[in-house]
């Protein structure tokens, strides 16, 4: 009972080198990669994937991080791909998340946190739509 997940390296971490470690983490966790593509965002692009968060004050500032740099977008799979890639990940906050965690590893803030995860069947399926339809 295979899941999938939407992952990205975003524009800190890979400004940072660290789409290499991020990937061996990625597989030594037991996901399969199944879709992965490098790209840098249009302004336009990042508030559409961020849009469920169009009212908080941090929108804007978001969208201009995310639109910054080159990225990494990757279809992850494997058993409960979904909440397994978000525990890899750790807390939103790179200094809340637990030690060994990808953020507490390498996120510098909340906002510049290295990594995005989906949070549940539905937004999964909807975020990999946004970078993966045909
Ligand atoms: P997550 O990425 O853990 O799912 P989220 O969906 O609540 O977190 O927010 C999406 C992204 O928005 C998050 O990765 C970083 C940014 N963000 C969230 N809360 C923020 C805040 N208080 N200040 C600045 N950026 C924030
Ligand atoms: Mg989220």
């Known amino acids: 009972m295979n899941e999938q997940t939407l992952a ?4 800190d971490a890979v400004k940072k ?10 597989e030594e966790e037991g996901f399969t990669i199944t879709a992965m593509k490098l790209l840098h965002l249009t302004k ?6 961020y849009v469920v968060h169009k009212e908080r004050p941090f929108y804007d500032g978001l ?15 494997r058993e409960r791909a979904i909440s397994t890639w978000r525990k890899v990940m750790g807390a939103t906050d790179p200094a809340k998340a637990e030690p060994g ?8 803030s909340v906002e510049r946190n290295a990594t ?13 739509d946004y970078f993966f339809k045909e």
């Open 8 to 11: 990205i390296i975003k524009p």
């Open 17 to 26: 080198n660290l789409i290499g470690k991020i990937i061996q983490r990625i």
């Open 44 to 49: 336009e692009e990042a508030q559409g994937f």
């Open 63 to 77: 969208t201009d991080f995310m639109s910054s740099g080159r990225i990494v977008a990757m279809t992850l799979e």
């Open 101 to 108: 965690t990808i953020r507490r590893l390498f996120g510098f």
């Open 116 to 128: 995005h995860g989906s949070d549940a069947p539905d937004t999964a399926a909807w975020e990999i």
